[in-house]
């Protein structure tokens, strides 16, 4: 157990703006820290509104980040930041990409990937990092981790350090308007699940709790709306707020089974990371319900949920998602019953976040919220 008293660290960027057109910021506070050489890492979809940046000096853009993008995706992008020699790394995009140009930032010198994979093993940094979100469901741009995917294995790893920690942050409403509505909503559930993992977790901590509520109000508060109408700027930037809070929970608590469970059906289904982890929410937070009762109680009425019986949660959570659009079936989405025992086994063996569960899982439970999920 924890509790105020229970030590905790959170790191944070330096510089923090907020709101409609502070993406414009990042152009100022690279000015005054005088950074000439400068690489924005990106795609396709977001190239045109580099402009909004600002940007000073000598301007490169790396636009090949692939969504959920995996290890040889990486090293084509590291062997672009070695090529530009940046004093300073802009990642402008999504998870996928600010989780790139993270890891560019430490690893332009000797070591490789497969050296700093896991907590605390990057040596350093060979660059600025500014990170401004154009999705907001991961909260990358709040958190010490990357990720990718092992192009061999198709594990997610995950690299977690000081580090990867950005320099500057810049969250503007105005660039995510083009987020189609599926997307949207998906991540946007992506935000809450990592308030939710981590406020019923074995590692909650009151302070962080604090924020997983603020984020997790704010997405039951701003979701819906931000789906029926993307140029809702308010709303567009109260979810990147909740995406921002669920970033700062994932530090030091992180997620659970939640996210364990949706890792097979990134990797190997390749469902998008926030509709993979849409998918599994309604039966996770209904397993946990009877080990974490009161703060399940929380979020259910957060969220407008019946919470009375497993199955009542179970249904109105996964009414609630479906009725952002989100597809919630895995039948629907490409799953065969096959697939499901070899997925329930490696979900399993995603210790780092299995183990932060508030109830034990075991292989035939996993297995059973795939079922119920299919
Ligand atoms: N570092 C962390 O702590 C952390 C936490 C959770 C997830 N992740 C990782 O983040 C990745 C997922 O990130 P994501 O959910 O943001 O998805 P994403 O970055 O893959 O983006 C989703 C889709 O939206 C598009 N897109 C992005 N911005 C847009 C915009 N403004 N307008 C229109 N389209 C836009 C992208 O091109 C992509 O097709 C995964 O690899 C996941 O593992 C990292
Ligand atoms: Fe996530």
């Not at 990106?42 to 995996?70: H, N």
């Not at 009542?312 to 952002?324: I, K, M, S, T, Y």
């Not at 065969?336 to 070899?342: A, D, I, M, Q, V």
Request: hydrophobic fraction near 45%; charged fraction near 20%.
């Amino acid at each position: 157990m924890t509790d105020y008293a229970s030590p905790l660290r959170l790191f944070q960027p330096r510089q923090f703006d907020y709101g409609s057109g502070s993406a414009a910021q990042v152009g100022l506070w690279a000015k005054i820290e005088g950074f000439r050489r400068i690489l924005v890492v990106t795609q396709p979809v977001m190239a045109g509104l580099i402009d909004r940046l600002g940007l000073p000096g000598q301007v490169e853009v790396f636009s090949g980040v692939q969504p959920e993008p995996d290890s040889d995706n990486l090293a084509t992008a590291v062997a672009a930041a070695v090529q530009a020699k940046p004093d300073l790394v802009v990642g402008f995009g999504g998870g996928s990409v600010m989780d790139v140009a993270k890891l560019i930032t430490v690893l332009r010198g000797s070591q490789t990937l497969a050296d700093v994979i896991g907590p605390h093993r990057v040596a350093g940094r060979q660059n600025a990092l500014a990170l401004v979100p154009t999705t907001a469901g991961t909260g990358s741009e709040a958190g010490i981790r990357a990720l990718v995917t092992d192009a061999s294995s198709l594990n997610k790893v995950a690299v977690e350090s000081r580090y990867l920690m950005p320099d500057m942050v810049a969250l503007d409403p105005d660039l995510t308007m083009s987020v189609p509505a599926v997307v949207t909503a998906a991540t946007g559930i992506d935000a809450m699940a990592h308030c939710v993992e981590a406020f019923t977790n074995r590692k909650a901590h009151p302070l962080i709790d604090n924020y997983a509520r603020l984020g997790f109000g704010l997405v039951a508060r701003y979701l819906p709306r931000a789906v029926r109408d993307g140029s809702d700027t308010e709303a567009r930037a109260a979810l990147l707020l909740a995406a921002y809070y669920g970033g700062i929970c994932l530090g030091p608590v992180n997620t659970a089974a939640g996210h364990a469970l949706a890792y097979p059906l990134g990797t190997r289904l390749k469902l998008a990371h926030g509709l993979a982890n849409a998918v599994i929410f309604p039966h996770v937070l209904a397993f946990n319900q009877p080990v974490a009762g009161a703060k399940t109680a929380e979020i259910a009425s957060a969220l407008g949920l019946r919470h009375d019986s497993e199955s009542a949660l179970r249904e109105d959570a996964a009414r609630w998602c479906a009725d952002l659009g989100v597809e919630m079936r895995l039948s629907r989405l490409g799953a065969l019953s096959e697939h499901l025992p070899g997925w329930a086994a490696e979900a399993h063996s995603i210790r780092r976040l299995m183990d932060n569960n508030p109830r034990d899982m075991s292989v035939d439970q996993v297995l059973d919220i795939y079922r119920a999920a299919f």
